[in-house]
């Protein structure tokens, strides 16, 4: 069973930037996708990047296009989520999560959360205006 466990997340200021970590063990090998999902109190886990290990395509949410990056080091079997120009709506607890999602799916599917069933405990970032 893959364990996942994320690290990287704390408090900084509007307009700061953070690099999240997923490292991934146990047979990861046998997942193909990697998301990073984030939820803020009383709201919704909503996902916001996702990468295939395979090609390297990357899909975002609209929210975070153009702020946010995700990348791999298949090597070090870690994905990163690198926050830039963060805003305190950002605030929220980040999960990374990973599976094995057919290619038969379309892969904007990677950020639905009902995708994955392998999950890691989160890492919290709060961003102060």
């Known amino acids: 069973q893959v364990q996942l466990v994320e690290s990287g997340g704390e408090s900084v200021q509007a307009g700061g930037s953070l690099r999240l970590a997923c490292v991934a063990s146990?047979?990861?090998?046998?997942?193909?996708?990697v998301g990073w999902f984030r939820q803020a109190p009383g709201k919704e886990r909503e996902g916001v990047a996702a990468?295939?290990?395979?090609?390297?395509?990357?899909y975002y949410a609209d929210s975070v296009k153009g702020r946010f990056t995700i990348s791999r080091d298949n090597a070090k079997e870690t994905v990163y989520l690198q926050l830039n120009s963060l805003k305190p709506e950002d605030t929220a607890m980040y999960y990374c999560?990973?599976?094995?999602?057919?290619?038969?799916?379309?892969?904007?599917?990677?950020?639905?959360?009902?995708?994955?069933?392998?999950w890691g405990p989160g890492t919290q970032v709060t961003v102060s205006s």
């Open positions: 146990g047979y990861p090998g046998s997942m193909n996708c």
């Open positions: 999560a990973a599976d094995w999602i057919p290619n038969n799916r379309p892969r904007s599917w990677s950020l639905k959360e009902s995708q994955y069933n392998n």
């Open positions: 990468i295939y290990t395979d090609d390297g395509s990357t």
